[in-house]
């Protein structure tokens, strides 16, 4: 089984920057793609940036291009989100998501696809003031 953990989340005022963090735990000797979601009230998930086991495909939601970052730290199992120049148009539950990574000869998944990931956390609330 595996378990995301969001954290970090909280209020800012517009202009800000905040780092949100993911970590995973149970089976954490599998390779993951990893990604963030997030839902205001009364609307539908939208994709924000998404990471591939690798390392090697990164993909972010053109509301987000140019100003959040996704990394991770494999040694401590902890997918994070650079959030800069926010907007209160980025008011949020921010959703960590995770995906078992496999490697083939068919295409790779579009990682921005909400139904790829299996694993979801409960979420951290973002809120930016104006």
């Known amino acids: 089984q595996v378990q995301l953990a969001e954290s970090g989340g909280g209020l800012v005022q517009a202009g800000d920057s905040l780092r949100i963090s993911c970590t995973l735990s149970g089976r954490t000797n599998r390779a993951y793609h990893m990604a963030w979601f997030r839902q205001a009230p009364g609307k539908e998930h939208e994709f924000v940036a998404a990471l591939s086991w690798g390392g090697d495909r990164i993909a972010y939601g053109d509301s987000v291009q140019g100003r959040f970052t996704i990394s991770r730290d494999h040694s401590a199992n902890t997918l994070y989100l650079q959030m800069n120049n926010l907007r209160p148009e980025d008011t949020a539950t921010y959703f960590c998501?995770?995906?078992?990574?496999?490697?083939?000869?068919?295409?790779?998944?579009?990682?921005?696809?909400?139904?790829?990931?299996?694993?979801w956390g409960r979420g951290t609330q973002v809120t930016v003031s104006s």
């Open positions: 998501a995770a995906t078992v990574a496999i490697y083939s000869n068919e295409p790779p998944p579009d990682l921005s696809t909400r139904n790829l990931y299996e694993f």
